[in-house]
């Protein structure tokens, strides 16, 4: 197997609250390959969104390495990392966040502003990302006339069409019913082992974390040993 | 490159899901921007009144050192040593087109406001009395002066006590229509003829015969002789020329620089007491405007969160937001001008502090003030929307989503 997508390497995490230190992630190592779909689960304030936050490159370690495609983003300048999360990461949210006043195509090319492609190129990559998503007749319209599901599917359209290689999810479907997250599932399955991203999905639920290849529990900042479900495929 | 690679359809569509907020900031920036407008105008249509009065190839000779035409004195001997030394224009009948000027001030009652005869007196009951320049004209006194055009009756016939009145001037104050008789320097003067001379300080003066009024008045010199030049460039060499003249005591100035520096006192008096207020005001309209984009901030951080975590710069989301507040600016300034500009509709008539003599003109929209309303009102965009823009700026990306 080639060089793993992310390797977390003595990572720690700690906040400062009234003079106590508080530390939420102590010492994580670990590595995802590329193409993995790795669910992470945990008690509430164990630091799921915490590490998922670092992998992402949108917060800092206290301490240690944090290596994403062959880079050290915890080396990385301000700038430089917001670059980088533009090209290599892709978000999904529990609440969606869409902007609400954009329609479901202009949140979707809002990526594609920070690329070079021209007006006609984003219209037409991020119609292809809604096609994939399963609403393109949806395109025109706003957040709030869509259900959440259907927001859930915009933002996932959003999170894919820069076309990155890592897709961070945090509960995507906490907010949804049991059909809206199985489809929302369905999809990200598809991310996986159709266009081979590699997805770290945050979950309370035993359900969706099935989908996944692989589950580490998080508790009390400390992770578990990796838990296979199916074969990681390469 | 794009500064804020924000799409500006966000910026905009923010502004109008909250409307009221929007209409609300924006119109307290318009009505600032109103009253900053309104005094420009007024300033411009001052300057521009006494600018538009002279004509180039005028030269108006005063005693040096004397402000006005009032405060001036020439002698006939000065005057006739000018005349015979100048390059004066001549005209078809071969004489030389220069007017030998007496001006005096008197006093009018404005109309308006003024206790009439004829109808019931209203309460507030105030007879205005305004300062009137009279102006005695030599022979060619009309002649140099084109701008003025007879639109009532005739001219007054030279040697008698006959007048012709201003349009401003028979459009403002009692007593002066066509036939009527005024009562001044212990003689009846008779109104003969109407004239307008547009947008210009004569529209505000009364003209008749120089040596008529000189009698009146008792006057033993002109206040000023005015003549028309040959060729408008030969200004500066006969100005040194009668300089150098040891026998005068004048100076000269080009028609049109002599009225201009009768605005310099008012108008600047204008203007500052234009940029105290809108200053004063101005610190209103910022607050609301801070306080506005503030909310706006508060509101949208887990957009802010968002939009980090997609990849836009603390700079883009920056920018995002001060632009924000210059659409708003802009929008206030905008609604601001077109208030102003139906202040062209009306026309002032007050004393010019320097002359001490009525004048009227109307405040004037230009280019530049429109120019300068806008640079204002974005001013104030840049300076409310500064502080909440930093603030959207410097967010931890986790905090803002988390706040979402
Ligand atoms: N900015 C902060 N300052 C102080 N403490 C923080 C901060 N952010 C997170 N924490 C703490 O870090 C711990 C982990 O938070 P985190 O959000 O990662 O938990 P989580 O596992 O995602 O929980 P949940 O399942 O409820 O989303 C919590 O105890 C939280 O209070
Ligand atoms: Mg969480």
């Given at each position: 197997m080639s060089q793993p997508a992310v390797s977390l390497r003595h990572v720690s995490k700690h906040y400062l609250r009234g003079g106590q230190v508080i530390d939420v992630l102590k010492d994580i190592d670990f590595d995802i390959a590329p193409g993995d779909f790795l669910a992470l689960m945990g008690p509430s304030g164990s630091g799921k969104s915490t590490l998922l936050n670092l992998i992402a490159g949108i917060d800092q370690p206290s301490g240690g390495q944090i290596i994403v495609d062959q880079v050290d983003i915890?080396?990385?300048?301000?700038?430089?990392?917001?670059?980088?999360?533009?090209?290599?990461?892709?978000?999904?949210?529990?609440?969606?966040?869409?902007m609400p006043v954009l329609n479901a195509q202009e949140n979707v090319e809002l990526p594609l502003m920070l690329t070079t492609l021209n007006a006609r190129q984003r219209k037409e990559h991020a119609s292809l990302a809604l096609e994939m998503v399963g609403l393109s007749d949806r395109s025109s319209h706003y957040p709030n006339e869509l259900s959440g599901g259907q927001q859930q599917r915009v933002a996932i359209a959003r999170a894919l069409v820069s076309d990155p290689s890592l897709i961070v999810a945090?509960?995507?479907?906490?907010?949804?019913?049991?059909?809206?997250?199985?489809?929302?599932?369905?999809?990200?399955?598809?991310?996986?082992?159709?266009?081979?991203?590699?997805?770290?999905?945050?979950?309370?639920?035993?359900?969706?974390?099935?989908?996944?290849?692989?589950?580490?529990?998080?508790?009390?900042?400390?992770?578990?040993?990796?838990?296979?479900?199916?074969?990681?495929?390469? | 490159m794009r500064l804020s690679r924000i799409p500006l359809h966000y910026v905009w569509r923010n502004l109008f899901t909250r409307k009221l907020t929007t209409v609300l900031t924006a119109g307290g920036m318009a009505l600032v921007v109103f009253v900053f407008a309104t005094v420009l105008m007024l300033e411009a249509g001052l300057k521009q009144t006494l600018t538009a009065t002279g004509l180039a190839e005028n030269v108006v000779a005063i005693r040096k050192g004397s402000q006005t035409e009032i405060q001036s004195g020439l002698s006939r001997q000065e005057a006739s040593i000018i005349e015979s030394s100048a390059p004066i224009a001549l005209n078809a009948m071969g004489r030389q087109l220069s007017s030998r000027e007496a001006v005096v001030l008197i006093s009018l009652q404005k109309k308006g406001g003024t206790c009439s005869k004829s109808d019931p007196p209203t309460?507030?009951?105030?007879?205005?009395?305004?300062?009137?320049?009279?102006?005695?004209?030599?022979?060619?006194?009309?002649?140099?002066?084109?701008?003025?055009?007879?639109?009532?009756?005739?001219?007054?016939?030279?040697?008698?006590?006959?007048?012709?009145?201003?349009?401003a001037i028979a459009d403002g104050f009692e007593g002066v229509q066509l036939g009527a008789s005024l009562h001044f320097a212990r003689r009846d003067w008779t109104v003969v003829g109407i004239f307008d001379a547009g947008k210009t300080g004569f529209n505000s003066e009364i003209w008749g015969d120089a040596e008529q009024m000189m009698q009146a008045f008792r006057r033993l010199n002109y206040s000023a002789l005015v003549f028309q030049l040959r060729d408008t460039d030969a200004y500066a060499s006969t100005q040194k020329k009668l300089e150098a003249d040891q026998r005068l005591t004048a100076e000269y100035k080009r028609e049109t620089q002599f009225y201009a520096d009768q605005s310099k006192v008012m108008a600047s008096f204008i203007s500052i007491l234009g940029s105290v207020l809108s200053a004063i005001f101005s610190v209103g309209a910022i607050?609301?405007?801070?306080?506005t984009m503030y909310a706006a901030v508060a509101n949208r951080t887990g957009e802010i969160g968002t939009l980090r975590a997609l990849g836009y710069r603390r700079r883009s989301v920056m920018l995002a937001f001060l632009l924000e507040a210059l659409f708003l600016a802009l929008l206030g300034?905008?609604?601001?001008?077109?208030?102003?500009?139906?202040?062209?509709?009306?026309?002032?008539?007050?004393?010019n502090w320097q002359t001490f003599a009525e004048l009227a003109f109307s405040f004037t929209l230009t280019p530049i003030i429109v120019l300068k309303s806008l640079l204002f009102a974005l001013l104030m965009g840049m300076l409310g929307g500064f502080l909440p823009a930093l603030r959207a700026a410097r967010l931890q990306i986790v905090d803002a989503l988390r706040a979402a």
């Open positions: 915890a080396t990385l300048a301000e700038a430089e990392l917001a670059d980088w999360r533009a090209s290599h990461v892709g978000f999904i949210f529990q609440f969606y966040n869409l945090d509960e995507p479907t906490g907010d949804l019913d049991r059909k809206s997250a199985g489809e929302i599932l369905d999809l990200l399955g598809q991310l996986n082992t159709e266009l081979g991203k590699t997805i770290i999905m945050v979950t309370h639920d035993g359900r969706a974390a099935e989908r996944a290849h692989a589950i580490r529990h998080l508790e009390k900042g400390e992770l578990s040993a990796l838990e296979m479900l199916q074969p990681a495929k390469v | 309460p507030p009951c105030t007879n205005k009395p305004a300062n009137i320049v009279v102006r005695g004209v030599g022979a060619q006194g009309l002649a140099i002066r084109p701008q003025a055009k007879l639109i009532e009756g005739r001219r007054f016939l030279p040697g008698s006590a006959e007048i012709m009145v201003g349009r607050i609301g405007a801070m306080i300034g905008v609604v601001g001008l077109i208030l102003a500009s139906f202040m062209q509709f009306f026309a002032v008539s007050t004393m």
